[in-house]
């Protein structure tokens, strides 16, 4: 299972982006995917995740903002970041894991290299 997250970039607050993370090597379908980011001095932490039943997940921090979605046929997901915030700057990785969500990093088998997001204020 392989993971490639592309997408960041600087950003001005109150920007968007759209990250993507494409999968290869599995049955895409059936995996949750997520997104986490580490902000630089900090613990890595969920933003977003979608399961295989396209049910969505999302931080308290980043409701209303931010849209994960994924297409099953390109086996990718994306996560779609509006309204962005100085707050918001971190590496972004997607993760994979067979089975239902999870919040947690260490459920996850599966991991994209980062991509950084940088949002200037």
């Known amino acids: 299972v392989q993971l490639q997250a592309s997408g960041g970039g600087l950003v001005q607050a109150g920007g968007s982006l759209r990250l993507s993370c494409a999968a290869s090597?599995?049955?895409?379908?059936?995996?949750?995917m997520a997104w986490f980011r580490q902000a630089p001095g900090k613990e890595r932490e969920f933003v977003a995740g979608?399961?295989?039943?396209?049910?969505?997940y999302y931080a308290d921090s980043v409701k209303g903002r931010f849209t994960v979605s994924r297409d099953n046929a390109k086996k990718t997901v994306y996560l779609q970041m509006a309204s962005l915030k100085p707050e918001d700057t971190a590496v972004y990785s997607c993760a994979a894991h067979q089975g239902r969500h999870f919040n947690y990093p260490n459920m996850y088998k599966y991991w994209g290299q980062g991509t950084l997001v940088t949002v200037s204020s």
């Open positions: 090597g599995h049955p895409f379908s059936r995996y949750s």
């Open positions: 979608i399961d295989f039943n396209l049910l969505t």
